[in-house]
């Protein structure tokens, strides 16, 4: 096995993996990046381009979890800044 692909071969395990993590536990880009360690944009450009060529069925699973995350995500944020002003207000 050359060099390359065995990057090519690590990169499609990566790309299952991760579509694989996320489409079980719901989760976001995020944290799915910090559970294999690697960037939030390395997550999202697997999910988002290499996926579709690989595994499509998976590519549609993990492609409803994402939509879902980024409809609801101003909420989180909103909830977020809730929780840090009455932890500030707390303090005083």
Do not use: W
């Amino acid at each position: 096995m050359t060099g390359a692909e065995y990057v090519k071969d690590y990169i499609e395990d990566r790309v299952i993996t991760v579509a694989q993590y996320i489409a079980e536990n719901k989760c976001t880009v995020r944290a799915a990046a910090k559970e294999f360690a690697t960037s939030k944009s390395t997550v999202h450009k697997d999910m988002i381009d290499r996926l579709p060529l690989l595994n499509k069925a998976l590519a549609i699973d993990v492609g409803k979890v994402l939509a879902e995350n980024k409809a609801e995500r101003h909420i989180r944020g909103g909830l977020a800044t809730k929780a840090k002003y009455e932890s500030e207000k707390d303090k005083i």
